[in-house]
């Protein structure tokens, strides 16, 4: 973070503005809304700091600045329009440990004026860094016409319960799944905003009554192959409300770092060859945790149906009784492929897309027969263990041995890596990809040259190719 967000109470704390113009107005409102004790100095004023004057709102101290007028401060504003006045308030400010903002000009500025959305007492704050002011008040905007104006009536609600709200429910998880339903009821803020005394009592007093403490439940939740944008809106608004998370190595950190931040995370990652965390202890820690009273979210890779074992982990909560339900996700074949500019399905390539697992171990796991037929599109997961088998076996059931391939490696985010060839280089070319890697087989590889959207952005990694 180059600034860390901070909301600062300035009730009655003395404040100092350099500027007595249109500029500096818009920030002695701010400043007057806030409630500080606010002085003004310029050579001269603008007729709305006269009448604040004469109000008794501001005091204004006339003539150029002066290093004096910071002492017993505690923030200043810079707001003139000659820039050598701008930067000597910012210099002795910092000499004076005085928090500094200068207009315009973020490099000399310790803190910044963020865009404010008011629903007191709830603010949102809007920063770019200085970088771009106009894309942070275009979200603002957006922002303003999204929250209701009573927000704020309902946040003072609330305010109100707290002590209540403790002595009510013991337990942590108990009280935040009260809030939860309490800001989520959208009739008791339609009464908060008509001033309905008798409604708002009358549905306050219910959720008092009603029971919080339900049985505990899972949710399966697929998070998408690594791009957090992937991530479903309805996953996000599980992950958000989890009491604990429990989550695998295909996750990704993005994704992660959308969790909600009290929320008891679980790694149990696995990789091939090196399983930390058992399947059947997986198992058994979604069937205590939800035991236990807590709203538990299994966090998994792609989509938790396509080799994620998700039914293999619901049918031992079914077993338990323990209710579930599924968030799909985007899967990693449609994520990776996408990102790849590689089309599973098309009219001259592909009249078909298979989905295999990558974990061959006999020549009978598979009908590689079948897979090696014309027309259709091959992905395989985790497949890299196995890469000269599905080479071998293919080309001995009769597909091409310049079919075309890819490996996607970290398909969809930052890192994301795409090796490039020919069926007859698919385990030289796997010898040199990293897990997770998805391996796509088929000619809709060769469409990659002209639809490869991802990595002509600046933030791909360069592609791997092999000839």
Same mark, same amino acid.
């Given at each position: 973070?180059?600034?860390?967000?901070?909301?600062? $109470?300035?009730?009655?704390?003395? %404040?100092? !503005?350099?500027?007595?113009?249109?500029?500096?107005?818009?920030? @002695?409102?701010?400043?007057?809304?806030?409630?500080?004790?606010?002085? /003004?100095?310029?050579?001269?004023?603008?007729?709305?700091?006269? *009448?604040?004057?004469? &109000?008794?709102?501001?005091?204004?101290?006339?003539?150029?600045?002066?290093?004096?007028?910071?002492?017993?401060?505690?923030?200043?504003?810079?707001?003139?329009?000659? /820039?050598?006045?701008?930067?000597?308030?910012? $210099?002795?400010?910092?000499?004076?440990?005085?928090?500094?903002?200068?207009?315009?000009?973020?490099?000399?500025?310790?803190?910044?004026?963020?865009?404010?959305?008011?629903?007191?007492?709830?603010?949102?704050?809007?920063?770019?860094?200085?970088?771009?002011?106009?894309?942070? =008040?275009? !979200?603002?905007?957006?922002?303003?016409?999204?929250?209701?104006?009573?927000?704020?009536?309902?946040?003072?609600?609330?305010?109100?319960? *707290?002590?209540?709200?403790?002595?009510?429910? +013991?337990?942590?998880?108990?009280?935040?799944?009260?809030?939860?339903?309490?800001?989520?009821?959208?009739?008791? @803020?339609q009464s908060l905003a008509n001033n309905d005394d008798a409604m708002i009592t009358s549905q306050t007093?219910?959720?008092?009554?009603?029971?919080?403490?339900?049985?505990?439940?899972?949710? !399966?939740?697929?998070?998408?192959?690594?791009?957090?944008?992937?991530?479903?809106?309805?996953?996000?608004? &599980?992950?958000?409300q989890a009491d604990v998370v429990v989550y695998d190595r295909l996750v990704s950190d993005d994704v992660?770092?959308?969790?909600?931040?009290?929320?008891?995370?679980?790694?149990?990652?696995?990789?091939?060859?090196?399983? %930390?965390?058992?399947?059947?202890?997986?198992?058994?820690?979604?069937?205590? &945790?939800? $035991? #236990?009273?807590?709203?538990?979210?299994?966090?998994?890779?792609?989509?938790?149906?396509?080799?994620?074992?998700?039914?293999?982990?619901?049918?031992?909560?079914? +077993?338990?009784?323990?209710?579930?339900?599924?968030?799909?996700?985007?899967?990693?074949?449609?994520? %990776? #492929?996408?990102?790849?500019?590689?089309?599973?399905?098309? =009219?001259?390539?592909?009249?078909?897309?298979?989905?295999?697992?990558?974990?061959?171990?006999?020549?009978?796991?598979?009908?590689?027969?079948?897979?090696?037929?014309?027309?259709?599109?091959?992905?395989?997961?985790?497949?890299?263990?196995?890469?000269?088998?599905?080479?071998? $076996?293919?080309?001995?059931?009769?597909?091409?041995?310049?079919?075309?391939?890819?490996?996607?490696?970290?398909?969809? #985010? =930052?890192?994301?890596? /795409?090796?490039?060839?020919?069926? *007859?280089?698919?385990?030289?070319?796997? &010898?040199?990809?990293?897990?997770?890697? !998805?391996?796509?087989?088929?000619? /809709?590889?060769?469409? *990659?040259?002209?639809?490869?959207?991802?990595?002509?952005?600046?933030?791909?990694?360069?592609?791997?190719?092999?000839?």
């Amino acid at each position: 973070m180059d600034y860390l967000p901070i909301f600062c $109470q300035l009730q009655h704390k003395a %404040c100092l !503005l350099v500027g007595g113009g249109d500029v500096a107005e818009r920030k @002695a409102r701010l400043l007057l809304d806030a409630g500080a004790q606010l002085t /003004v100095n310029a050579p001269t004023f603008n007729e709305q700091f006269q *009448r604040w004057a004469e &109000q008794g709102q501001v005091t204004l101290i006339g003539g150029d600045f002066r290093a004096k007028l910071l002492a017993e401060q505690w923030l200043v504003i810079a707001a003139t329009d000659r /820039v050598e006045v701008n930067a000597l308030v910012y $210099q002795c400010a910092n000499q004076q440990r005085v928090f500094c903002n200068v207009v315009d000009d973020p490099k000399r500025a310790s803190f910044i004026m963020p865009s404010i959305i008011d629903r007191s007492p709830i603010m949102v704050a809007v920063s770019s860094g200085g970088k771009a002011p106009v894309l942070a =008040r275009l !979200l603002r905007e957006k922002l303003e016409a999204t929250l209701p104006q009573h927000l704020g009536r309902l946040a003072q609600w609330g305010g109100t319960l *707290r002590q209540r709200v403790k002595q009510r429910f +013991a337990r942590p998880e108990d009280r935040r799944r009260f809030w939860e339903r309490l800001f989520a009821h959208d009739r008791l @803020a339609q009464s908060l905003a008509n001033n309905d005394d008798a409604m708002i009592t009358s549905q306050t007093e219910a959720l008092f009554a009603s029971q919080t403490h339900a049985g505990g439940e899972v949710v !399966l939740v697929g998070a998408g192959p690594g791009d957090a944008g992937l991530l479903t809106l309805k996953g996000l608004q &599980q992950i958000q409300q989890a009491d604990v998370v429990v989550y695998d190595r295909l996750v990704s950190d993005d994704v992660m770092a959308l969790v909600r931040r009290d929320a008891e995370r679980i790694f149990v990652g696995k990789r091939a060859g090196d399983h %930390c965390v058992p399947q059947a202890q997986i198992n058994q820690i979604l069937l205590e &945790q939800a $035991q #236990s009273g807590k709203r538990v979210v299994r966090l998994k890779g792609g989509d938790p149906f396509i080799f994620g074992r998700g039914g293999e982990e619901l049918e031992t909560l079914a +077993a338990g009784g323990i209710p579930f339900s599924v968030v799909p996700g985007i899967t990693a074949a449609s994520g %990776c #492929s996408a990102y790849s500019g590689i089309p599973l399905t098309h =009219r001259d390539h592909a009249q078909s897309v298979r989905l295999v697992t990558g974990h061959a171990k006999s020549d009978g796991d598979l009908d590689w027969a079948t897979l090696a037929a014309g027309q259709q599109t091959l992905v395989f997961y985790m497949g890299l263990s196995q890469a000269g088998e599905i080479q071998r $076996q293919l080309i001995a059931h009769g597909m091409a041995a310049d079919t075309p391939v890819a490996l996607v490696e970290n398909g969809t #985010s =930052r890192r994301q890596r /795409v090796l490039e060839g020919e069926l *007859r280089q698919l385990l030289a070319l796997a &010898q040199q990809a990293a897990s997770p890697s !998805l391996i796509i087989v088929g000619s /809709v590889v060769s469409l *990659r040259s002209q639809l490869n959207w991802f990595a002509s952005r600046e933030a791909a990694p360069e592609l791997a190719k092999m000839a």
